[in-house]
């Protein structure tokens, strides 16, 4: 019979065969990471662990949720910090037990706890994956949003902050004013340029509190970029119960990802960091051409996976790379559109990371749903893909394949798949978008009406009627249903 047992530290002694060691000493904490979700706690949290192993050292992590919820929080933390990695492959599935979150605090409601953490000399990183959304960035300026509800009252009640760019400015703002050191700042987040991204919200927020705490933090705080890489999707019951047969106990909150993973990270921390290299990281001066790479061959295909998904009621990203038409459309647009826009280092193999990527794509142990990648569109389609629709066009260079991913948002966002099925749209700016899209009674219509989104669409690239051409061109094709154009962009030259 099952062991129904709950994991915990006490349980560790039982668990040494689904452990990466039985060499094991509690570390200290370290690092404080913000946005303690599924791809941290399978990504980062994981390499710590492993080079802790290696080389020891105190790194242990404090994971912090920012979305008032402390569900996530009391179930890690029943489990005394510990959780599983399901990892799912096409020889079969491994678990293993990761043992590096030391402790789980939830926003706003272990404040006062997690200040004494970021005060403490011994924190000497905080990380996020918070989405792009969570970094409240204006994107006309790069700066922080300084119209955003959460900015605002953060701005008026500094020592109460509830958004990224708040925390870290008051938590860097004790730091300084106590004389101690700063930490790096990690960004870990799908974002072109990420530490960048960061550094100028925060100091910017900065600015408009304090023009010294601004100056500190441009001189002496150390925000590297990185690219990050493993298709981590969410937890299902599924996921549960095989981690529950392997290890014979309870996880209540298992994370399923593939076998692949990838980090890629500018080796800058004045504090020091864990031997994250031991662990197959790659420490670099220049993120970006990795960065820039993945999310346009990586996170672009993904979009225009789901979006297109969403319309034909595909469930996950193996089932829909699995339509052949669909996967040659992929292909191609990785070949000949997404593909001759990046200037990457000589050694590094784009058409073998392209097939990579579709094998990936078609792991069907994984089940990463479409609905989960097509979340927060507004945010994603401008790193992801009108940065590559941009540079194709600068080039005098066609965008066919990739303005039908746009497209296809367009349609995604009406709310209902081809055959009727409804569904819910999840972003930041859901309701003036569903609002431009089903009051579109036309292409024409819906193209304008989209393209008119300040916030998503830089007003240079609006108004080229090149992309409004492309647009309308596949919006109404799509009209006509989604997989008969799938088909026919799969046929392109």
Known sequence: MTDK??????SLS???AHCLSSGWHEP???IVHLGIGNFHRAHEALYTEEAMLAQAGDWGICGVTLQGDVSKRDALMAQDGLYSVVERGPEGVRVTVVRALREVLAMPFDRARLFERFADERVRIVSLTVTEKGYCLDPRTGDADFAHPGVAHDLAHPDAPSTVPGILCAALKARR?????????????????????LRQAVCSFARRLDPALATWIETEVAFPSTMVDRIVPATTDADREAAQAALGMRDEIPVPCEPFRQWVIEDRFPAGRPAWETAGAQLVD???PFEIAKLRMLN???STLAYLSMLTGFETISDAVGHAPLRTLIHAMMTREIAPTLAVPASFDLAGYRDALLDRYANPALKHRCAQIAMDGSQKMPPRILSTIAARLDAGQPIE???LAVAAWFAFLRGRADDGARYAISDPLAERLTQAAERADTPEHLVDALLAVSDVFPASLARNPALREALLRAATKLRGGALATIDEYARMD
């Open 14 to 16: 039982a668990l040494e």
């Open 28 to 30: 200290a904490i370290g």
């Open 286 to 288: 220049d993120v970006a």
């Open 401 to 403: 394949r990739l303005a």
């Open 5 to 10: 047992s709950t994991l915990s530290r006490s």
């Open 177 to 197: 004013d106590a004389g101690k050191p700063p930490f790096t700042v990690l960004s870990c987040d799908n974002l072109s340029h990420n530490g960048d991204a």
């Open 300 to 302: 672009a295909t993904h």
